[in-house]
Each structure stands twice: as C-alpha cells, then as structure tokens.
C-alpha cells in the first residue's frame, strides 16, 4: 500500500522526471587508494519557479552507485531529497565486499580486512556560489556493521579502525574555491573523519587544480594526510569524473 501511495504521489511528475549517469576514478598516494565508481539517479520534480532563479526548484532523487577496486567493491543505495537544488538530505545503506589480504597503513594479520561491513547512512550537502567563488560540503553519520562478530575491522575510505562487529563514523567534506577562468579553478579541499568505539581520526587537506571541459571534471593537486596515528603525510590525489547525463542535479 505505501509503494502504490508513493507511486501516485510521483505519477504526475514523472514525465518530467530525469535521468542522470556519472562515472569517477580516483587514485591517491597515500594512503594508496584507488577506485571506479559507476553511479546513475532519477530525478523527480517536486516543484519549479526557474522561470525566476535557475536554482529555485526542488526534486527527490533515488539513486544507485557501484564502486570496485578490485579487491574492494561496494553497492551504494539512497533516496536524496532537495528542498532546492543546491541542498541535499540524504539516507542510504551501503553494504562493502572484501577480500584484502594487504591495505595501505593497515595490518590485515591484527585487523579484519575482509568479510562485508553495511554502513547506514543518513547526511547533508550544500552548494554555494557568490560571483567565481563556490563551496560545497558533505557531512555524514553512518553506523557500520560487520559479519564477523567480536572483530574489529577496517574502513578503507576514511583509514580508520572499527569495532569490533559495529561501529559510528562521521565525515566531512568541504571544498572552497575560485574560478580562474571558464575552464579553470583553484580548490582547497578538506576531509574529516572520526570512529566512535576506537576512538580513532584522520584527516587530509589537499590544495587542487580543477579543469572543466564539456561534461567532464579533472582534479588533481598535492596535499597532507593525517593519519589515525597522528602523523603527517605527503599525498598527492587525482580525480575523473564525467558526467554524459546530468539530470536535475546543479552539483
């Protein structure tokens, strides 16, 4: 009954509904990182007055990302609601499939480094931009479970320690930058990290390069990983992203 609710709610809107598809790749120094990551939405108007602002509308967005390094692949679903098109609340359940028997920083002797850990999630995101100068952040509080009980286990994106079985970890993600040109920008991007039952942080600040060109996005910049230990690492990120449909998305 409430998915026939939901399904008339949305039946009027769905002709205007819109696809969006992206594809990313990142790889990181340290901690060596790398992945792919496939991700497709659909966008479902809730209401429109761009006939007075290009940001005044506002639509719900269900969506499903793939994310594989391999030896780390993860299947990411969530419904995103934007009360206006450059703020986002959020809620999804990622679940991570492991088989690592080696991690950057990690010791996969001591630590758990594979098995499936689910992550539920609920957050934020914003979008702002006054004249060539923008910020957009992420913040996220998830609890994760692992299917190994009494382990405690890695979470390879933020380099912490979890556990053991459960965990609650909070990010945050901020980037503030400047347009140089049409095609060209200067970012400053900031992640925070923090465990709950391990007590654990870690942190990175990475000054970036970003290059646009029709539908696709280059970042790419040096930087400085804090680790859970406490200490300062050079590190230096690339990150692809296009983006053939975009959809309703502004960010």
């Known amino acids: ?46 209401w429109d007055k761009r006939d007075k602002s290009p940001v005044l509308y506002g639509f719900a967005r269900p969506m499903v990302s793939l994310r594989s390094s391999g030896i780390i692949n993860a299947i990411d679903g969530r419904l995103e609601v934007y009360p206006i098109s450059i703020f986002a609340i959020m809620a999804g359940r990622e679940t991570v499939l492991r088989d690592a028997t080696k991690l950057s920083t990690f010791d ?22 006054y004249k060539s100068t923008f910020l957009m ?39 503030l930058g400047q347009e140089i040109n049409e095609h060209n920008s200067a970012a400053l ?39 859970r230990a406490d200490e300062q690492v050079f590190s230096f990120l690339f990150l692809w992203n296009w983006k053939p449909e975009k959809g309703l998305l502004l960010f």
């Open 137 to 175: 952040t992420e913040m996220r509080t998830m609890s994760l479970s692992f299917n190994r009980p009494n382990r405690r286990f890695t979470d390879e994106l933020s380099t912490l320690e979890a556990g053991p079985s459960k965990d609650h970890l909070v990010t945050f993600l901020g980037i």
């Open 108 to 129: 996969c002797e001591l630590i758990d480094c594979q098995g499936t850990v689910t992550k539920d999630y609920i957050g934020g995101r914003l979008a702002l931009k």
């Open 1 to 46: 009954m409430k998915s026939l609710l939901v399904l008339l709610l949305i039946f009027p809107f769905a002709a205007t509904a819109q696809f969006d598809l992206s594809l990313e790749t990142l790889a990181r120094s340290f901690p060596q990182a790398a992945y792919i990551k496939a991700t497709g939405g659909y966008g479902v108007p809730l």
């Open 189 to 227: 991007l900031r992640m925070q990290n923090s465990m709950a039952n391990t007590d654990q942080k870690s942190s990175m600040t990475f000054l970036l390069w970003q290059h646009k060109n029709q539908n696709h996005t280059f970042f790419t910049g040096p930087g400085i990983f804090n680790t």
